[in-house]
């Protein structure tokens, strides 16, 4: 039997995660805990419950369903104790709504690349391929490598999508079978990245550095979050790597949107404690225009 993992989400036809038209498996898991994370769903490891407010009827069948007491159905509340349940999913078969669903299933590889290679011809005609994303791809490290590897001996293009927060040992590792990386950049001090993300950015710089060194296309992808890192210091930051790294294939400003905070109560998490700005219209030129000033001209809106 192929290893197996816990994947959140495969999209076919993804114009977005790479070159080409893709296909982009979303795994679970993330050591990191962005301010600004859109994925929320994506950072625990497990499978979890996701609950949508919207549908749901208050008829109270979850409640019945439940074994571990997680429903409280009243007139017009519905509260979830999500931290009793243990993902069983009877209260989703019960619900005729839609209003719940379990985020994460079990899958081997043999079931992933049966969906991957389902679209090898727009590979073929396109220049893409296969993109792992997350979550942070590579927080299932083994996994993440079997489904890599074995794209690449189909010939299939493989991108991977990470922050770089991976043991240095790990992440070479995986290099051999990545063709071209997604390489997240999100602050430039220290102490920002550890006030954005919860973690140091300092084994990330030493993943940056030796991916580069090993001739690795690699497009930095750096999420602008206005009052956050809109900065001038984080701005020449960017243009510093652009500088020390010339074979970088592009720099991507990825501007922030609120989706990830809206999804935060669906899986009992409060919202986030900023309220965070989404960007004006013009607002990413202005960032385009501040990164030229600097002498940074290889960045675009990804
Ligand atoms: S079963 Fe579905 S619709 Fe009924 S109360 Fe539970 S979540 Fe709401
Ligand atoms: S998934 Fe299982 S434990 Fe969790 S709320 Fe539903 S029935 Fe209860």
Redesign the pocket.
């Known amino acids: 039997m192929s290893e197996q993992g816990i994947v959140t989400d495969i999209q076919r036809g993804s114009l977005r995660d790479g070159p080409g038209i893709r296909t982009t498996i979303f795994l679970k898991g993330c050591p990191l805990r962005c301010l600004w994370c859109h994925n929320p769903e994506a950072i625990s490891p497990r499978p979890q ?1 996701f609950f949508t407010e919207d549908r749901c009827v208050r008829c109270g069948a ?1 409640a019945w ?7 409280q159905v009243r007139s017009g509340s519905h509260e ?1 104790d999500f931290g ?9 078969d019960e619900c005729n709504s839609n209003g ?1 669903r ?1 985020v994460g299933k079990a899958m081997d590889v043999d079931a992933i690349m049966a969906e991957v290679m389902a679209d090898m011809d727009f590979y073929l005609n396109s220049g893409g391929g296969v993109t792992l994303s997350g979550g942070e791809p590579l927080f299932q490290h083994s996994f993440s490598l079997e489904i890599l590897r074995r794209s690449q001996q189909a010939h299939i293009h493989t991108c991977v999508e990470t922050s770089g927060f991976v043991a240095p040992a790990k992440f070479e590792a995986v290099l051999p079978a990545v063709d071209l990386l997604l390489f997240d950049y999100k602050a430039t001090t220290d102490e920002d990245h550890r006030s954005f993300t919860g973690v140091s950015n300092q084994q990330i710089l030493v993943n940056l550095d030796a991916a580069y060194q090993l001739g690795k296309a690699i497009i930095l992808r750096c999420p602008i979050i206005p009052g956050l890192n809109d900065t001038t210091d984080h701005f020449r930051g960017i243009r510093a790597l652009d500088q020390k790294y010339p074979r970088l294939r592009g720099i991507e400003l990825m501007p922030y949107h609120d989706f990830g905070n809206s999804k935060r109560p669906s899986i009992g998490l409060a919202e986030t404690p900023l309220d965070l700005r989404v960007p004006g219209e013009t607002e990413p030129n202005r960032w385009l225009e501040a990164l030229a000033e600097l002498g940074c001209a290889k960045v675009r809106i990804g």
Do not use: G, N, T
Not at 65 to 71: G, I, L, R, T
Not at 84 to 92: E, G, Q, Y
């Open positions: 419950l979850c369903a439940c074994p571990k007491d997680v429903h979830i009793k349940c243990d993902s069983c999913a009877l209260c989703v719940l379990i």
